[in-house]
């Protein structure tokens, strides 16, 4: 089941927190559709945050289409994302990247940094 990770020092909203690692859950295959995501008492029990907000962020899911709110049941993937699962060649790949970059004395920002310039020369904005 997915575990969320609160990052109160991010400055990013936890509601948005909870929509980007579901979306990411689903990118990677972690989540696919019929899954059940966890309850809003499971996260508040899991992070310590207000139920209304898990409840934002599942309504927020709700309306992009990708989760299903059923009565009495709980939340429900509909439709996956991406076609990027964790255990493909590509993420084998940059997982041993990453540990390279480690390696070589780069912290966490470095990496975000580097990484995102690649990005932005390969896929730059717009370009779905």
Same mark, same amino acid.
């Given at each position: 089941?997915? #575990?969320?990770?609160?990052d109160?020092?991010?400055g990013? #909203? ?5 929509v980007q690692? %579901? ?5 990677l295959?972690?989540?696919?559709? *019929? ?11 899991? %992070? #310590? ?9 599942y309504? &927020?899911l709700?309306?992009? *289409?990708?989760? &299903?709110a059923?009565?009495?049941?709980? %939340? ?9 699962p964790? $255990? ?8 041993a990247? #990453?540990?390279?970059?480690r390696?070589? *004395?780069?912290?966490?920002? $470095?990496?975000?940094?580097?990484? *995102?310039?690649v990005l $932005? ?5 717009g370009?779905?």
């Open positions: 089941m997915l #575990a969320y990770r609160i109160r020092r991010s990013v #909203a936890t509601y948005v927190q909870i690692q %579901t979306k990411q859950a689903l990118r295959g972690l989540l696919e559709p *019929g899954d059940r995501l966890p309850t809003a008492r499971e996260v508040v029990e899991a %992070t #310590a945050i207000n139920p209304n907000t898990v409840l934002k962020a309504r &927020e709700e309306r992009e *289409g990708l989760v &299903e059923k009565r009495g049941l709980g %939340t429900f993937v509909r439709r996956t994302l991406g076609a990027a964790a $255990d493909s060649p590509p993420a084998t790949e940059l997982d990247w #990453a540990l390279r970059a390696a070589a *004395g780069l912290d966490r920002e $470095d990496v975000a940094a580097l990484f *995102g310039s $932005d020369q390969h896929f730059p904005e370009d779905q």
